[in-house]
Nanobody, 116 residues
Framework: QLQLVASGGGLVQPGGSLRLSCVAS????????IGWFRQAPGKEREAVSC????????NYADSVKGRFTISRDNAKNTVYLQMNSLKPEDTAVYYC?????????WGQGTQVTVSS
């Protein structure tokens, strides 16, 4: 069964860190570009970061540049999003997305809450 599972979310204080993981089963991620997206209550889903299949290209939303780092370990079929210096406005459900050509797969989302 083809599945993307996002995990690692939780409740963290402002300034804290979390590392999200996106693990695939039923497909091999090394030929897919991977993106992390987030959706806050009442807002549209927005792109946070993406990484090419070779890791040669990585992009970040302006709001997270310098604080978030995307990486991948193809041997583990996993993509990570290291989130540092978290702010309350980072609170959202975070989703991973795998894309190759016309194929696009979404994970189920993991909740990140930044609050004191």
């Amino acid at each position: 069964q083809l599945q993307l599972v996002a995990s690692g979310g939780g409740l963290v204080q402002p300034g804290g860190s979390l590392r999200l993981s996106c693990v695939a089963s039923g497909l091999t991620l090394d030929s897919y570009g991977i993106g992390w997206f987030r959706q806050a209550p009442g807002k549209e889903r927005e792109a946070v970061s993406c990484i090419s299949s070779s890791s040669a290209s990585r992009n970040y939303a302006d709001s997270v540049k310098g604080r978030f780092t995307i990486s991948r370990d193809n041997a583990k079929n996993t993509v990570y999003l290291q989130m540092n210096s978290l702010k309350p406005e980072d609170t959202a459900v975070y989703y991973c997305n795998a894309v190759r050509g016309v194929y696009s797969y979404w994970g189920q989302g993991t909740q990140v809450t930044v609050s004191s």
